[in-house]
């Protein structure tokens, strides 16, 4: 028995602004024919859905459109950016609340034959604006795995190399949330994290799990402005999950997509180049 879901990220979908709108629908009409269990978005769902609300309606529009079982997580421009590194768009209660009245449930449990998927907000972890009930979540899906394996989605990538790295920077998780989540993981290795946040496509080992980023189908961004941390491509990640506890992924490629650079497009997110040479 194999359960086979499609992990797509970052699609930074809007109504005003649709430069990656194309991309989008060159990756559903595949998806639609090769017809995953389950599509997971890992966040980013919408180009500015953090303070306007027409681009999270695309968004929304734009997955139920696919005609496949979706579930969905939020990204820094779904609900803003978590408060330890937040410069412009801070995550706050009334962007959480707009996301959940539109887009539904920012976080979720998946039970599928030898595993369990867990859907995390990495954009809320540790803060207050979680009231609890993230935590009770984490608490329980590890507390009763019953043998199963313990896959977990969420926007940014837990840590780059090491969990005990003290990297403050909006890239990654930081410092305080990554120590949270394992408190609450109380000792259960996950043996997935899946993210997507970087448009970057990369397979690396920390702390006893695999760490997968899915690449985004919307952008990459150069070099010039941002590390090459894995592959800078567009297209996502087909994952098998075995019943037996294994786990095999493919990156895919989408004929049709195209690799935009980010610097391209000014009207997105402002003139990319004044975020500095590699960006570190
Ligand atoms: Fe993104
Ligand atoms: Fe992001």
Known sequence: MITRIAQISDTHLSRTKPYFR???????????????????????LALDGADAEADLDEARDAHAGLGLECRLLPGNHDVGDHLDVARRQPV???RLARYLRIIGPDGWTIDIPGWRLLGLNALTLGLDLDEGGQYAMIRDAAATLGGRELAIFLHKPLADT????????????????????AELLEGTTPALVCCGHVHQYRDSRIGGSRHLWAPASSFVISDPWQPGYGAK???YLSHSFHADGHHGVEVRAVRGLVHHDLVSFPDAYGDVRRWGEGNA
């Open 233 to 235: 491509m567009v297209g």
């Open 22 to 44: 194309t991309n989008f629908d060159l990756v559903a009409e595949h998806l639609r024919g090769e017809r995953p269990d389950i599509v997971i978005n890992t966040g980013d």
């Open 162 to 181: 090491a969990y005990d790295e003290e990297l403050n920077s909006n890239r990654f998780m930081t410092s305080g949330p990554r120590r949270h989540l």
């Open 92 to 94: 706050n209660a009334e």
